[in-house]
């Protein structure tokens, strides 16, 4: 089946510093989506990417959706301590209808923040 | 409530026996997604309900597992028989329309563990 790739795994930066990971997949998603997940918590929806090339922004946070449709990356610019967390890619094919709750995860980076 | 309620928020169960887990989703909305979560891992994704539609059960990783939902409100997942690697925590996630997985709010998960 459909698999994403994600790194890094984890990562260990200093406050202030900008942050980059990113996702590859073997198969072509339609759209990408990257979540944040706190401990103890559901993931929370950062960014959705809807058309190959796309490039976002949600405050510090900046996400692209590759051309080839295949790969995307997420950036966090001056990072701060409320960052720490589990970063998740997932893609979804818009098959059909009955394929819009079905999203592929990355397996997520997790990010600590030193002060 | 305002979220997506999941109860309980912990399970300790002995292998071999049957458990439920129960989502209330946000009042009106009609999509409802059910995930797993392995410790370190992504979401793998179980089964998805759209109104009265068929759910999209190809996630469901055996026979043991069964989910059902009541119209638009309240969903539980079964798993019979439970074996170790049933081990997870389990997610549900509801959104505002069969389009909106973009817009789909998690719930904090149920932490099963089987001994």
């Known amino acids: 089946g459909q698999q994403l790739n994600q790194s890094p795994q984890s990562m260990f930066i200093q406050e202030g510093e900008d942050v980059s990971m990113n996702c590859t997949s073997s198969s072509i998603f339609n759209t990408w989506l990257w979540y944040k997940q706190d401990p103890g918590e559901g993931p929370v929806l950062l960014i959705a990417?809807?058309?190959?090339?796309e490039l976002t922004s949600n405050g510090r946070l900046t996400a692209q959706f590759g051309i080839t449709r295949k790969d995307s990356f997420l950036n966090i610019s001056a990072s701060i301590p409320s960052d720490v967390g589990i970063y998740f890619c997932a893609g979804a094919t818009n098959a059909g209808g009955t394929s819009y709750g079905k999203l592929t995860f990355g397996q997520g980076t997790i990010l600590t923040v030193h002060p | 409530g305002a979220g997506v309620s999941q109860s309980p928020s912990n399970k300790v169960t002995e292998k071999g026996k049957d458990v439920e887990l129960r989502c209330d989703p946000i009042s009106g909305h009609t999509a409802l997604y059910w995930y797993r979560q392995r410790l370190g891992q992504g979401l793998e994704f179980l089964i998805y309900f759209q109104g009265n539609s068929a759910p999209d059960k190809s996630g469901l990783p055996s026979d043991r597992f069964s989910a059902e939902r009541t119209g638009e409100s309240v969903s539980t997942l079964t798993i019979q028989r439970t074996q170790q690697e049933d081990s997870a925590v389990y997610l549900c996630?509801?959104?505002?329309?069969?389009?909106?997985?973009?817009?789909?709010?998690f719930g904090q998960g149920t932490r099963l563990t089987v001994v």
């Open positions: 996630a509801s959104s505002l329309s069969p389009r909106g997985f973009t817009e789909a709010f």
């Open positions: 990417l809807y058309k190959a090339g």
